[in-house]
C-alpha cells in the first residue's frame, strides 16, 4: 500500500506534542525557535529569535548549529508555513533525542493571521 505526504504527517502528529500560536508565543523567551521553512521563506518573515534550518537538511544539520549542541533536554518550539513539516522535524527530533521539542500547529501562517509579532 502506497501512502501520502499527508499520510505522514497524520502519522507524525499522533506521535508529538503540537502546541497552538498563544503557548507558543509565551515560550519566546524559554525555548530555542526553530523555523525548518526554506531560507526564501525565513527572509520574507519569521518568528522573532527563530533559527532557521530547513527541514531537507535539519538531521544533518542540527547539531552542526552552537544553538543546539547538547541541547536535546531544552524547549523548542518548531513550525514551518502550516504546520506539515514542523510536524514531521519535531518527530525527527525527537527521535534524535530531543524530547522537549515540540510543534506550533498552523505554523506561520497561523502565527501572522493572529498578528503576532515578527522577527
Given at each position: ?42 527572509s520574507a518573515g519569521h518568528l522573532p529569535g527563530a533559527i532557521n534550518i530547513p527541514r531537507g537538511v535539519l538531521e544533518f544539520k542540527i547539531d552542526t548549529y552552537p544553538e543546539f549542541q547538547g541541547k536535546q533536554q531544552s ?45
Amino acid at each position: 500500500m502506497t501512502i501520502t505526504a499527508q499520510d505522514l504527517v497524520a502519522n507524525a502528529k499522533q506521535q508529538i506534542k503540537e502546541i497552538d500560536t498563544v503557548t507558543a508565543q509565551s515560550q519566546l523567551g524559554s525555548s530555542l525557535i526553530l523555523d525548518v521553512r526554506e531560507p526564501a521563506e525565513y527572509s520574507a518573515g519569521h518568528l522573532p529569535g527563530a533559527i532557521n534550518i530547513p527541514r531537507g537538511v535539519l538531521e544533518f544539520k542540527i547539531d552542526t548549529y552552537p544553538e543546539f549542541q547538547g541541547k536535546q533536554q531544552s524547549a523548542i518550539v518548531v513550525y514551518c508555513q502550516t504546520g506539515g513539516r514542523s510536524a514531521l522535524a519535531t518527530h525527527a527530533l525527537n527521535q534524535l533525542g530531543y524530547e522537549k521539542a515540540v510543534s506550533m500547529a498552523g505554523g506561520f501562517k497561523a502565527w501572522a493571521e493572529n498578528g503576532l509579532p515578527l522577527g
